[in-house]
């Protein structure tokens, strides 16, 4: 049974930082790319970083580039993300995800379909982020 499990979340200051973890079980994790979608209260899902299994490259919303760095640590079978400068706009319930196609197919002009729940095969419960001073 494949799962995924976030934590790290919680209430941070504008400004402040936080790390994401997103624990995995149930499928050989060093083979696939993973993802970090992101969903606010009352809006739509919005892609924020994938990171590739093949060499570790990494792709990010513009929203989040610069201040939000994904990483993985296969031996654990675990990814991160962290989180810097926050900003109230960041606040949201972030899950990690398994997407149906690997990243050579959405680096290819289709980033904005990870946008879409329906791209996804498996997902976790997700972890609160809330910035607020």
């Known amino acids: 049974e494949v799962q995924l499990v976030e934590s790290g979340g919680g209430l941070v200051q504008p400004g402040g930082s936080l790390r994401l973890s997103c624990a995995t079980s149930?499928?050989?994790?060093?083979?696939?790319?993973m993802s970090w979608v992101r969903q606010a209260p009352g809006k739509g899902l919005e892609w924020v970083s994938s990171i590739r299994a093949v060499d570790n490259s990494t792709y990010y919303a513009d929203s989040v580039k610069g201040r939000f760095t994904c990483s993985r640590e296969n031996a654990i079978n675990t990814l991160y993300l962290q989180l810097n400068s926050l900003k109230t706009e960041d606040t949201a319930l972030y899950y990690c995800a398994v997407s149906r196609r690997d990243l050579d197919y959405y680096s290819g002009g289709y980033l904005y379909r990870l946008n879409f729940w329906d791209e996804y095969n498996y997902w976790g419960q997700g972890t609160q982020v809330t910035v607020s001073s």
């Open positions: 149930g499928f050989t994790f060093s083979s696939y790319d």
